[in-house]
Nanobody, 115 residues
Framework: QVELVESGGGLVQPGGSLRLSCKAS????????MRWYRQPPGGRRDLVAA???????VYTDPVKGRFTISRNDATNMVYLQMNSLKPEDTAVYYC?????????WGQGTQVTVSS
């Protein structure tokens, strides 16, 4: 069974950094695009970043220049390095992929940016 598990969230002050991790299990994800989404309080779940099978990243405008997505296919891990965090980055962050025509989500990890 495919499972995605996020970790690394927590409370951080504005301007600080966090590194999120996503562990994928249940198959090989070498041929899958991996994505990070986030859902702020009372808001919608929106794409943050994606990384191709070749390791090429794509970012949405709010996080460009601050976040970095990466992957390690040998360990089935995906990462999101978040720098210069802002209060508006506060959200539950989700790892996502599509595998054999089915979309899978992790349970999410809470990121709170506050003084």
């Amino acid at each position: 069974q495919v499972e995605l598990v996020e970790s690394g969230g927590g409370l951080v002050q504005p301007g600080g950094s966090l590194r999120l991790s996503c562990k994928a299990s249940g198959g090989s994800f070498r041929r899958q695009i991996m994505r990070w989404y986030r859902q702020p309080p009372g808001g919608r779940r929106d794409l943050v970043a994606a990384i191709t099978t070749a390791g090429e990243p794509v970012y949405t405008d709010p996080v460009k220049g601050r976040f970095t997505i990466s992957r390690n296919d040998a360990t089935n891990m995906v990462y999101l390095q978040m720098n210069s965090l802002k209060p508006e980055d506060t959200a539950v962050y989700y790892c996502q992929t599509r595998f054999e025509l089915v979309t899978f989500w992790g349970q999410g990890t809470q990121v709170t940016v506050s003084s």
